[in-house]
């Protein structure tokens, strides 16, 4: 149990603590192998937002949503008002604007990188529309995921991609509001497995740097090699006033986009702990936008968002109890195993009480899961929805 | 360029080099994020043995078709007939069965691994109506892969699931005729994340005594560990007579169904040398089951069969060239850089010319990739299905 | 904090649960690069002895002490008499007797399946007098770790070594009394890195079936594939009652042999999660030689003994507070997400309060790290044999 | 058989292509289980340097030798004549030098990030000595690699050491003089294994950066993480201008410093690829130091290095013959099997003769291992230093 000095850094901590959801984990995903379809997956934007607000309802950290362009705004900037209407009612804003440049398919060998000039310019053009889409919804970020790549040694040119990518990031830069940020993500592999363009943290620096000051680089925690450090990585990229976004999940081999925290909640902690020392230490607040980003093949889907929620804030709290100015004494000191042990004990601590009490005081159910449950809204949508979720169905060949 | 003598060896050897197409190749197949979509892509049965008819029609090596249950015995054993006739009509035989128990809705939380009585009846009734589609088509084989596992830690019992494991195997055997054999697939990771149920080579063999002597151990490329020595994996199931077939691919980082030989051509050398030293040495004939199992997303699917067809040939006659003695002598007497350049000496040999001399005296085309390009097949293809195939575009969300 | 039901069951699973202690985690180690000399680490075996003695005294629960033969034994059977001295001195018995075949300058190529015969006789002869010191000193497992394997593809012949291996293996079962037991460990890979001849626990497996019913398999945490998991393997030699050892550290990328538990603490927990799990189901004990396998190159060696045993007293405790009958429960009806918060919530809970009552209730310190460093041990250790320590020095080149 | 015109492309490109020999190469070296001590290995660097001089006169494309500052310099600045002069009597030159601190024993928490002034200034002493000894001996490069980094999470400040990093690199910059460089190596894991501070090539580009414009990185083949695509960062580091230097050597599955070309040469022959890619299409020369890097514990090093140099010019010649002018069209076309192929083709080449006949006309042995061999080198060797390499046996514990 903490200690009343401990809450109460957890319950201050709790106040501003945020993460967004992915309007897309709503609906129904799954692997190359199929979907396991859910009659209560959301079928429609407004039905992905009302989830949303469901969570955000219930958790009371998750109050902004991302959207996919080619999901959400099928006209473009023509659907802009109605989505913004549909937020509204659902209780949520809109957060980060991420296009889509890798189902179509002319994108079969690239968006950006693509060695076909007309695709590259149809790929900066649904870009520079979610720029657009940005301005009007009010969302700070762009948020841009490539699947670019190839998968034989040799199919593509890798320098000839490069520069294709530097020329096309910085045109979005250019495109940018002074009050717009464009994150750019990295991944080493899938959906192309010989090489990704962007195919790590080294590389969506190098390129967010040629495109401009706006742009910074987005972290996701699935895309990894094995065994990579990744609260390393968050470290260098906060210490170079490079990191604008995190995106949770949690894996065991590839980009499994498991639930935060279910395989290796350790390091996610560490994660967090690497951010918050950098504000104790600095005094700066970390400007970085959090968000799930997960495929729930498995688990209802609005429940799974409630539980990475609250497995999120349990391990942030934990974060919160480290103590710095121990940990950093014995670091200077090379007091190896007294500073090893200062991280453990935090990590050790059972922040549950402390968080259901922040939960009581805000007038929120103490366990919001169970809550949820309770409110028979999954059963509804069900029989709202069934029908209209069969044909997602889909086959390997 | 190889001698003569040389040459009268690998001729030799692939006078019985032959490779098992799948059915399922030449259909349309992609990522999690999309399918790109081809127009010559087959969308019947009858087109996908045609289209493994041609492949055997310019290499001379590939007489047989894997076939899967659910895609092409669409009524179960009332399809058997007609495949069998278009199968004949196209020049090739039947070859394994693969029963499905991955796809249907009712596979979410596993097959013969499902905590449910009725599901784990309802996938043991499809595999053994796929032994007796087996018994009718006079396939040897019956390939068991099984997606089974679990994504999150706890989620299921893996000692269970085991034991369930256990007793439909057993049944499965029980059910085959003499003449068949059972073989069965393990792979780490995919289409679940935190454990498979048949995940190691290990465990495959343990399940594979457990249920009888006809029961065999299949290997595919990319179901390892990064690292893992599969030509090892190879001897040591040669050495316990338990190795039933080895499927083809090739991949960098997880299950990419890759093109066979594209990323590590040395390793799939040193599978075949295990292979082929092991039958120089016993002076039996290793009873191993090829097939090429990849994913054609972005290669023209014949086309690539055909790549993989020929660059098998090539990586097969140059493990024929080593020279066993010399690696041998070199091995017992400590010489390590000796029997290393043994090796490596037969790897970097050019093999293509008396490959292209073997076609010649075969009446095939010296080069099979040209002469399928040559015949218009292709084209004619895309006229006749493309309207078909339109349907198999896939969102991810 | 625990109830107090839980915290009676934490308390009896205590009693019962020891840890070995290995006497060369005592002396100066490092990695290829050099070893960083601690003034106090032991130089002889009775100092390692004694040394490990403190960590019993102030954890109460490493008992027994594992011996490098070639380290501890340097005359073989003639020094058994002293070295039960040293240990009834030091208030400790002496557990796994370890042969040693990987140091000597004849087993370049390998012990028990190095092409020679003469040092495969040689490796033999070394293994069978560790037998018989095994029997004269009452420890019931000898432990095999080979080093064995090739660097080089085509160095060595993989399936030669395999035969030899299994006769050497099958020779010395031959010499074991019925008490003893002979655990087989793999690896796979370092010191060879092409291959290693026992690479994975399915080769051990093989070999251990071949041995005898008194072969077991050993299982070290850092010996596996990155992603591998783990505790599958162990519940798989569980269900198959091959499952003889546990070596216990952690690791990041390969065999680091850092403290247990610091880099992946819920992964040692699942593991132990298996282990009662097993136990509570079958009614079985689980019949584990557990024992710590470290590296100890930067903290001090006996305080990083110290806290390994607590840590695994705390992940141990965690695995006992899971309510197995829930997580059946909900596992049998595919209620993924309640069965998975069910684990998570024994992983959450703060078991520090409960274990400190235990000590307090044996009469141990409370913090044994404090007590021991409060001993003033350590100063007199690095007085007594600082000197000796100084020759422990190593250069890479 | 290659063409007339291809054989005179690899006659060209041979006439330029030069690896540098490493000193510590030809002295026992081994893993933290132990070295296999070679009788004929070197003792002094008079030695390594004569040994470098067989090197070099067998193969004729070795012309220079790095040195190890702690083991060549003994004496710092004052050893450099005697250096310089052992260089040209074995008929060879010296290339980079390579500053050590990881060795020593005041380097256990790290040395240019060590939490300790003083060490660090220590470090920093050494290192701007390798500089005025590079300046003596004519040597462009300084090459530096750091073992730095932690082996627990929270003992170390990932976030002060970078600072501590950027501002030792800084100075270092500060004392090169105009015609010198210094390259900056990264390793993501070994001698520390949760966090290396200099851990991919990201943070060496950023650090290099921070340090000046004679900074750039030096990438080695086995300090990646599994599936890690080399030759992209390879081409991206090429295309930034940041590409200093390459180390050869080969691995499974971590740094094992295995002979270049024995695991993967597929992969070896597409770095090469990237390189002259670069070059054909700037006009530039790509001004990357190449040097074997490799740990010699099991052949002989002076053929293993040999052995070395010969497999490089084999991977390079056939990199000499890829189309690229076929290949960059098949690319932009888009037509991905073509252009694979094209690559494919070169590196199924047998270049053998080709080089062979090339070292016929610069007066070389066409088998420049067989002709070391005849020169009973090795014996010479064995007998007068066998007595003096008894005492680099070391011991694990």
Redesign the interface.
């Known amino acids: ?1 903490t200690t009343s000095a401990q809450t109460e850094r957890i319950h201050k901590a709790l106040d501003t603590f945020a993460i967004e959801l992915p309007s ?1 984990g709503f ?8 979907k ?2 859910q009659d209560s997956a959301a079928t429609t934007t407004e039905e992905k937002l009302a989830d949303a607000g469901q969570v955000h309802h219930f958790t009371g950290c998750c109050p902004s949503v991302a959207t ?1 362009v080619l ?1 959400d705004f099928p006209e473009g900037l023509k659907s802009t008002s109605s989505v913004i209407a549909s937020a509204a009612k659902a209780g949520v804003r809109l957060g980060a604007i991420n296009p889509n440049v ?2 179509d ?1 002319i994108y ?2 690239g968006s950006l990188g693509n ?2 000039t007309k695709i590259r310019q149809a790929a900066l053009d649904h870009i520079l529309e979610s720029v657009e889409i940005g301005k009007q919804t009010g969302s700070r970020d762009v948020s841009l995921w490539f ?1 670019d790549g ?11 991609r ?2 294709w990518f530097t020329e096309g990031l910085k045109e979005t830069h250019a495109h940018l509001s002074p009050q717009q940020r464009m994150l750019v993500e990295y991944k ?4 192309y ?3 990704s363009d962007l ?5 969506a ?2 390129l967010s740097r040629h495109a401009g000051p706006q742009a910074k680089v987005l972290v996701d925690t699935g895309h990894h ?5 990744i ?2 990585i968050v ?2 990229l ?3 006033d490079m990191l604008g976004g995190f995106h949770f999940n949690d ?4 980009d ?1 986009d ?2 935060f925290g ?6 996610a902690f ?1 994660i967090f ?2 951010v918050i ?2 504000e104790r ?1 600095t005094g700066k607040r970390a400007d970085i936008a959090y968000m799930i980003d997960q ?1 729930h ?4 889907k609005t ?2 968002m409630i ?1 990475t929620a609250t497995t999120a804030q ?1 391990l942030y709290s934990k974060a919160v109890l480290v103590d710095h100015e121990k ?2 004494h014995h ?4 007091e ?2 007294d ?6 004990s935090a ?4 922040v ?1 009480p402390a968080i259901r009490e922040w939960r009581k005081s805000k007038g929120l159910a103490e366990e919001p ?1 169970q809550a949820f449950r309770a409110s028979g809204y999954t059963a509804r949508a069900e029989k709202e929805r069934g029908a209209k979720n069969k044909g997602a ?5």
């Open positions: 149990m897309w609906s129904n995903t799954g692997t190359r192998f199929g396991f379809i996919h999901w890798f189902q398919q079969k060998n060695p076909n699947g190839s998968s034989y040694p040799g199919s593509q040119s890798i320098r000839h490069k520069q080493p592999f899938e959906p497995f010989y090489h195919g790590d943290w080294g590389m620096l190098v090699y094995q065994a990579q450090n609260e390393q470290a260098w906060l210490s170079e894996r065991r081999y590839a499994d498991l639930t279910s395989i290796d909640p350790y390091q560490r702990n690497e020392g950098f230490e495929s093949n498995l688990k209802d429940e799974e539980q349990e940990l950093t670091q200077l000191k090379g190896l195993l500073a090893e042990e200062c991280l453990k990590f050790s601590s059972d549950r899961l169905v889909a086959s390997y060949a």
